[in-house]
């Protein structure tokens, strides 16, 4: 079976419990950005039978002009993040996926990104996802997963990834972020 219909397999599996379903509608409702109906996609009536439900942080550093990237193997450069696992918050699993994928033990502003509904494969359903923001700073020493590196990369400047829109969504709140955020003394 190949790696791709493996992951189908896993993502489609997924239920999703009330517990997350409640906090997926809250994190919606309160990001800064919502793209492609998200909220609307979260109430229809089956959505607890279509999941799977995503997280990920923007990981920004001190300065706001650079983010933390992992080279995933095929979507290339994107945020670190994945799959809600059932009895997980979006945000609870944007921190669990952050730490396993670079070993940065972070905590995400207190306001959502960004709620998206997107398909990471022709073949597969939607996935509705939601991104946080964090700031961490750049020195903290990266421990990324086996075979999906990690690097800070300009937040000016292109990179590589399945979904090109990235970057724009990132750049998007980063004027919140410079507005909102306040480094602890």
């Known amino acids: 079976m190949s790696e791709a219909r493996r992951t189908l397999r896993q993502v489609t599996r997924h239920l999703i419990d009330p517990r997350t379903l409640e906090a997926a509608v809250c994190d919606a409702r309160q ?5 492609d109906n998200a909220l609307k996609w979260l109430l229809r009536p089956d959505v607890s039978q279509d999941g799977p439900l995503a997280a990920e942080v923007w990981v920004f550093d001190t300065t706001l002009t ?12 994107v945020a670190p993040g994945g799959k809600v696992d059932p ?4 945000r609870e699993a944007a921190v669990r996926e ?9 905590e995400p502003l207190g306001v959502p990104a960004a709620a998206t ?8 359903p939607a ?11 750049p020195r903290t020493p990266l421990k990324p997963e086996g075979g999906q590196p990690a690097a800070w990369l300009r937040l000016d400047e292109p990179w590589q990834g399945y979904f090109a829109e990235g970057r724009l969504l990132m750049n998007q709140c980063i004027d919140w972020v410079r507005e909102s955020w306040r480094p602890l003394a």
Request: no cysteine; proline share 4%; net charge negative.
């Open 117 to 124: 509904v997107r398909s990471y494969h022709p073949d597969w």
């Open 31 to 35: 990001a800064l950005v919502e793209y």
């Open 66 to 77: 650079h983010v933390l990237l992992v080279n995933h193997r095929w979507r290339g450069w």
């Open 98 to 106: 952050v730490f396993e994928e670079t070993g940065l033990a972070v």
């Open 127 to 137: 996935v509705m996802g939601v991104s946080f923001m964090a700031i961490v700073d």
């Open 87 to 90: 009895g997980e918050t979006p």
